[in-house]
């Protein structure tokens, strides 16, 4: 159907808040989110494999995790780049979902999974200690103070991850607010259980090796606001 509009509506539980779709989908969005979805989704009814990487139609070497992956530019970028890697990508949006797929159909990646939800149920599902890398990249900031509990970073998901990646797994995140930059500096060193990587000040001032701009990124340059990029090391 031509322009419609996709009417599923996740819980909203854990850390993703507000509307969970936006500008109507043109007509093949709407037909990938009902053939190629269903082929991509992970079904977190059933238990988990005992390693993700069965999860792949092909052998990969490790799993990724994104969340809440916009558009999927960087995610598909990044299957892309690493097809001997398996990614999973996790939005609860739905037209950011829409744009993921076409993209998937368009460049014929058949190293990404998908999760059409909260990322908490995800982490939640996922086995401990079997994802090698976890991204964040320029979250929801919820700038208002009232609204600070509902940022994706906190004490409690930041061990989740923790749990969830190998001994010296990295999670990897990105803002354009220097605010939610330091706040998530603090509760990292709370946790404990990560090494903030950094050893200069160029380590957070510019991308890593491999980082794909985003369109999200370069409204930010042009509104002078300056991207800051952390990397996070598991302990042992």
Not at 7 to 31: C, D, N, V, Y
Not at 61 to 79: C, N, T
Request: glycine share 6%.
């Amino acid at each position: 159907m031509a322009g419609a509009t996709i009417e599923h509506e996740p819980a909203m539980r854990g850390a993703f808040f507000g509307r969970r779709k936006g500008h109507r989908l043109r007509s093949h969005q709407t037909e990938l989110m009902a053939s190629l979805l269903p082929k991509l989704a992970i079904d977190l009814s059933v238990a988990p494999p005992a390693d993700l990487k069965r999860l792949f139609p092909r052998h990969v070497d490790s799993v990724r995790l994104e969340i809440g992956f916009g558009g999927g530019e960087h995610l598909v970028a990044q299957a892309q780049a690493h097809p001997d890697l398996g990614f999973i990508g996790c939005e609860p949006f739905v037209n950011g979902m829409a744009k993921a797929l076409a993209l998937i159909e368009a460049r014929r990646c058949d190293n990404i999974r998908l999760h059409f939800g909260d990322a908490t149920e995800l982490i939640g599902w996922v086995p401990k200690a079997s994802l090698k890398r976890v991204d964040l990249i320029y979250p929801d900031p919820w700038p208002k103070r009232r609204h600070w509990k509902r940022r994706f970073v906190q004490d409690d998901s930041l061990q989740k991850i923790a749990d969830v990646l190998e001994p010296d797994g990295e999670f990897r995140f990105v803002t354009d607010i220097p605010d939610y930059a330091a706040w998530t500096l603090e509760r990292i060193a709370r946790t404990h259980a990560f090494a903030w990587t950094a050893e200069r000040a160029a380590d957070w001032q510019l991308p890593w090796q491999d980082f794909v701009s985003t369109r999200y990124e370069a409204k930010a340059k042009r509104e002078d606001r300056t991207p800051c990029y952390l990397i996070f090391r598991r302990k042992g």
